[in-house]
């Protein structure tokens, strides 16, 4: 069993920068593959980026490479996201989730899944 609780999120102005964060309960946090996914108002889920286990592996969705970073540090159970040069449409609720495997891009494969926190973008 993982719980997960993301933070981090907030308002910011286009261009901005915003840190995520997923922090993880439990002692197994390295065996799981994490993923950030977000959700758009009127919109499926959507992936954003994916890391491995020991977080030698990371995967992006097209429109957010080069700009967000998915990294991290499973001495503390926390994954992150780094957002940079933020675009109105990144406007989101953001949630992370965990897996034993990489399930891709479909959320519904993905176990555990934490509550979401907000991203506003403004232009």
């Known amino acids: 069993q993982v719980q997960l609780a993301e933070s981090g999120g907030g308002l910011v102005q286009a261009g901005g920068s915003l840190r995520l964060s997923c922090a993880a309960s439990?002692?197994?946090?390295?065996?799981?593959?994490m993923v950030w996914f977000r959700q758009a108002p009127g919109k499926e889920r959507e992936f954003i980026a994916a890391?491995?286990?020991?977080?030698?592996?990371?995967y992006y969705e097209d429109s957010v490479k080069g700009r967000f970073t998915i990294s991290r540090d499973n001495a503390k159970n926390t994954v992150y996201l780094q957002m940079n040069s933020l675009k109105p449409e990144d406007t989101a609720v953001y949630y992370c989730?965990?897996?034993?495997?990489?399930?891709?891009?479909?959320?519904?494969?993905?176990?555990?899944w934490g509550q979401g926190t907000q991203v506003t973008v403004s232009s």
């Open positions: 439990g002692r197994t946090f390295s065996r799981y593959v």
């Open positions: 989730a965990a897996d034993l495997n990489y399930q891709g891009a479909t959320p519904r494969l993905y176990k555990y």
């Open positions: 890391i491995s286990e020991s977080g030698g592996r990371t």
